[in-house]
């Protein structure tokens, strides 16, 4: 047996998905896999075994691992630990206070700024608080999500056919789980899809099961016991100190009732009224969550819950305002009643107004109307090129990261891929994806596009984004070490066998090749050269090749990267981290690391001066491509290409259309001038 003490390190501790890597990295070798931790003991092929443990951040386990091949089983398993499961580690947004470590998280930044805040003048009594779990406003009637009742089904008096119903109800709530993860890709939320991984590794748990099965052999109906087992597990998970740890009961209480309800002849819908409603619930799931329509639900208010529950996570990314931990009185108001939510305030504070005055009212429904019709009218629009009032023409392109991802984007209005994230086939896996597995991804995705530009970034790891299955030791500042091309320069047979796989797909559609991370002039040779080397092997046409800029060295040097590039791409994020010398991820800085910091300007400023004088193009495919507020100074610095997120580009788009060149290039001259980010902030006001 081979057992050592570790510490898991990322941020959001052994909640779902760190527990699912575990859990099918484990399953991957014959040893037997235990963790302990508190004087508890799971099994680790066992994902509600390990959820039930409660390990937070910063903690202690025990791995003890016994079979014929645990060293290598335990060296694999104590890597993924080490590297956190692919998430934040503790060095970058652990802070310490009275000796104890706590998880410092944020909420991911919104595509598009939330709406204005309104002070809105109401009684005191009128209001009820809760938790903002997703910024917004909501003006509407309310309808109230009765929470169904499961009619259990009595035991038949045949313990092989119950526990034959059973596997059978769990292979068709498999089925459905995975419509449910590809309903959620194609609506543009594929980062939170994986919820529905957990949910899948939740209903085939061999613990889990083999309790079930166990109870049904005492004459108990399918139902009967595998409620009572989920409900027993549910009941554990929410007892734990942490609250993003306890906060997956409710994954075990959904995966488990999706089960329940087939094995009780009853289906899971949400039935909605033909109108659009503020949906009211004592708790949402994330298979509610994905089913609902987003043309109906215009607002969220759930009476229990957090801000991290799965079904939070998913309002935000659905862009529906949401509260949540709301006050019980909320449930008392009949179908119908109209009210205001507002989660637009500073904080965690969000309110809904019972019964607004006339006054309140009738500002709420202006701002929601307005905001309403304007984002009604670019999506309508979406198709149309952005081009400004006096003629001049911006492309307004996706960032993807994945097949569906590309699928939603051409719909959306994506004239091409400004950034393409390779990531996808690389992350949450133990093996490197095979050149086949890559030309066919790439393939799929340019053909989506139709012959529209894709920009395929080579692979972007380390810093904030480590795979488990290479060797990459946990770094003092991961952010200023192997990441990006030099990581790949490194192991140059990786990037040899993406150069590959691009190239080889480049038949199929408008294929170009994009370097991350390049700070120096020789590591732009020794990837060109490959390529070269890999077009004349392959007999394959050449690809434009471009380079990102995200390292302040490869801007003050756009001069001499120019006449050798195709192209260059600004990735605002890491540029703004670097030049700030600001973690973008850090909680307390999160405010000051903003892209329109004239530092950051000036270099933007600088690149296109540079690719312009070559004739070559700047894109910019960070978040600040999305910022409506920077959007007119963007454009005034001559920026070619914005890249953004699909549910970001109609709206990209007609603010294009709204500008004057002229206006917008006066307007980014006074901002190169100004001496902090928020001087450059009001110009735009």
């Known amino acids: 047996m081979k057992q050592g003490n570790l510490i898991i390190q990322n941020v959001t501790g052994l909640h779902a998905r760190p527990a699912r890597l575990f859990v099918d990295a484990a399953k991957k070798f014959t040893a037997s896999v235990q963790i302990k931790h508190a004087g508890r003991i799971a099994n680790g092929k066992s994902m509600i075994s390990m959820l039930t443990l409660g ?76 938790v ?82 166990t109870q049904i052999a005492t004459q108990q109906s399918a139902a009967t016991a595998w409620k009572w087992v989920t409900d027993k597990h549910a009941a554990a998970v929410r007892q734990l100190s942490d609250p993003l ?40 799931s994330p298979s509610d969550m994905a089913v609902i329509d987003r043309n109906k639900v215009i607002g969220i208010c759930i009476a229990e819950g957090g801000p991290t529950a799965h079904a939070s996570i998913l309002a935000r990314s659905l862009g529906i305002p949401a509260i949540v931990s709301a006050d019980a009185k909320l449930h008392t ?17 969000g309110t809904v107004d019972l019964c607004p005055t006339p006054a309140a009212l009738a500002e709420a429904e202006a701002a929601q109307q307005a905001w309403q019709a304007r984002r009604q009218r670019a999506t309508q629009a979406a198709h149309m090129s952005a081009t400004t009032l006096d003629g001049h023409r911006v492309e307004v392109v996706a960032n993807i990261g994945s097949v569906a991802d590309a699928k939603a984007a051409f719909v959306a209005g994506a004239e091409g891929v400004g950034l393409l994230r390779t990531e ?48 990459m030791p946990v770094e003092k500042n991961p952010f200023l070490g192997e990441r990006g091309i030099r990581l790949c320069l490194n192991r140059p047979d990786i990037l040899r066998t993406q150069l590959r796989a691009i190239l080889r797909a480049a038949e ?36 434009a090749l471009g380079i990102m800029i995200e390292v302040p060295s490869a801007a003050v040097m756009a001069d001499i990267f120019a006449p ?28 000051k690391a903003d892209g329109l910091h004239p530092a950051v300007l000036r270099l933007i400023a600088q690149t296109v001066e540079a690719a312009h004088k070559a004739g070559k193009w700047v894109g910019v495919c960070g978040e600040l491509g999305s910022d409506l507020q920077a959007l007119p100074i963007l454009v005034g610095l001559g920026v070619d290409e914005l890249s953004v997120n699909s549910a970001a580009i109609g709206l990209v788009k007609a603010n294009v259309r709204e500008l004057h060149l002229s206006d917008a290039k006066a307007l980014a001259h006074r901002a190169l001038a100004c001496a902090t980010a928020a001087d450059v902030r009001k110009l735009t006001i």
Not at 565 to 579: K, R
């Open 245 to 284: 740890l306890a906060a997956r009961a409710a994954d075990i209480q959904d995966a488990g009732k999706r089960v329940l309800m087939l094995l009780s002849g009853q289906s899971k819908n949400i039935d909605l009224p033909d109108m659009p409603v503020i949906l009211l619930a004592k708790e949402l």
């Open 424 to 471: 996808f086939l690389f992350m949450d896996s133990t093996v490197a994806p095979s050149e086949q597995t890559q030309f066919e991804a790439y393939r799929d995705i340019l053909q989506a596009m139709a012959d529209t530009p894709v920009i395929i970034r080579t692979l972007d790891i380390g810093g904030d984004k480590p795979v488990t299955y290479l060797d």
């Open 132 to 213: 903002i779990a997703a910024p917004g406003i909501a003006i509407g009637g309310v309808f109230k999500l009765q929470e169904t009742t499961v009619v259990l089904a009595a035991f038949s008096g045949d313990v092989d056919a119950e526990q034959h119903a059973l596997r059978n109800a769990i292979l068709q709530a498999g089925d459905q789980l995975t419509q449910l993860r590809n309903q959620l890709i194609i609506s543009g939320v594929s980062n939170d899809a994986a919820i529905f991984d957990a949910h899948q590794e939740i209903i085939t748990d061999p613990d889990l099961i083999s309790e079930v099965m």
């Open 333 to 349: 108001l009949p179908n119908g009643t109209r009210i205001i939510l507002n989660a637009t305030a500073p904080g965690l504070s």
């Open 564 to 591: 050798e590039v195709a192209f260059f791409s600004i990735g605002t994020n890491d540029l703004t981290q670097y030049v700030l010398a600001m973690d973008r991820q850090h909680p307390s800085l999160a405010s």
């Open 55 to 130: 390990v937070e951040c910063g903690a202690e386990i025990t791995m003890l691992v016994d079979g014929s091949d645990e060293v290598s089983a335990y060296a694999a398993l104590e890597k993924l630990i080490q590297e956190g499961f692919g998430e934040t580690l503790v060095n970058k947004n652990i802070a310490v206070q009275n000796g104890a470590i706590t998880a410092v998280t944020s909420a991911a930044p919104a595509v598009l700024a939330p709406p204005t805040v309104m002070p809105l003048s109401t009684p005191v009594f009128h209001l009820v608080e809760g």
């Open 508 to 543: 199929f559609g408008c294929a170009q090749i994009m370097i991350p991370m390049i700070a120096d002039f020789a590591e732009w040779r020794a990837v060109r050269a490959m390529l070269t080397e890999l077009q004349t092997e392959l007999n394959a046409p050449a690809v």
